[in-house]
């Protein structure tokens, strides 16, 4: 619910939830190049910190919030790994790419023209992948993958062992920024709400 409630929020704050990142620790840490700036060394708590800081500091630069919610999880076949959801401007994306290269160390394989598939870059060892939302139902699609990152650890036996904070929504789309956001929201949705035909009063 609060992953639905997030998402709804930043669509109607005109923040679309448009690049889908899933980095795959365990692929890094053994078929990763371990280029220069990687922070495979750090801690795995450490680790995934320093990546939403960075993708942080990586909008703050261009003006724009972070609008993110993240998911992380064990599993039998990719191991440590996270997935995120993000608001990244689509003709930016050579920058976001840029800013994943140095995180994981991990150089890329290729980066197609924004929305021309649904992976538009991944990394040589297939550590690390970008997707980008290019249904015409961008909201309906970015609410499945919210609930797909936060159903990852339903498919186990039991929760993963997994240290710090699980699952996570940034603050620019959190529970405090929608009730700061709602006042604004509902005047705005008042201003611009169009009266149905039928149900309109006689002059």
Same mark, same amino acid.
């Given at each position: +619910?609060?992953?639905?409630?997030?998402?709804?929020? %930043?669509?109607? +704050?005109?923040?679309?939830?448009? *690049? @889908?990142?899933?980095?795959?620790?365990?692929?890094?840490?053994? &078929?990763? /190049?371990?280029?220069?700036?990687? =922070?495979?060394?750090?801690?795995?708590?450490?680790?995934?910190?320093?990546?939403?800081?960075?993708?942080?500091?990586? =909008?703050?630069? /261009?003006?724009?919030?972070?609008?993110?919610?993240?998911?992380? !999880?064990?599993? %039998?076949? +990719?191991?440590s790994h996270v997935h995120l959801s993000?608001?990244?401007? #689509?003709?930016?994306?050579?920058?976001?790419?840029?800013? *994943?290269?140095?995180?994981?160390?991990? #150089?890329?394989?290729?980066?197609?023209?924004?929305?021309?598939?649904?992976?538009?870059?991944?990394?040589? =060892?297939?550590?690390?992948?970008?997707?980008?939302?290019?249904?015409? !139902?961008?909201? @309906? #699609?970015?609410?499945?993958w919210a609930e797909y990152i936060a159903?990852?650890?339903?498919?186990?036996? &039991?929760?993963? /062992?997994?240290? @710090?904070k699980a699952f996570g929504i940034s603050? &620019?789309?959190?529970?405090? %920024?929608?009730?700061?956001?709602?006042?604004?929201? /509902?005047?705005?949705?008042?201003?611009?709400?169009?009266?149905?035909?039928?149900?309109?009063?006689?002059?």
């Amino acid at each position: +619910m609060r992953f639905r409630e997030a998402v709804a929020f %930043a669509y109607a +704050m005109d923040w679309p939830l448009n *690049i @889908g990142i899933t980095i795959t620790w365990a692929a890094l840490e053994t &078929a990763g /190049e371990r280029n220069e700036g990687h =922070c495979l060394g750090r801690g795995e708590w450490d680790r995934e910190k320093y990546t939403r800081d960075e993708l942080a500091r990586l =909008c703050r630069s /261009e003006g724009l919030p972070f609008v993110a919610l993240w998911g992380r !999880d064990v599993g %039998a076949d +990719m191991g440590s790994h996270v997935h995120l959801s993000i608001f990244w401007p #689509s003709y930016k994306l050579a920058q976001l790419v840029a800013v *994943i290269e140095r995180i994981s160390g991990s #150089s890329v394989d290729f980066v197609l023209k924004p929305y021309a598939a649904d992976v538009v870059a991944r990394s040589v =060892c297939g550590g690390w992948q970008i997707n980008m939302n290019n249904r015409k !139902d961008d909201k @309906g #699609s970015a609410l499945e993958w919210a609930e797909y990152i936060a159903a990852q650890h339903a498919k186990h036996p &039991a929760p993963p /062992e997994i240290k @710090g904070k699980a699952f996570g929504i940034s603050q &620019a789309i959190g529970k405090a %920024a929608q009730k700061r956001e709602q006042p604004a929201l /509902e005047v705005r949705a008042a201003k611009y709400s169009i009266t149905r035909p039928e149900t309109a009063e006689s002059p």
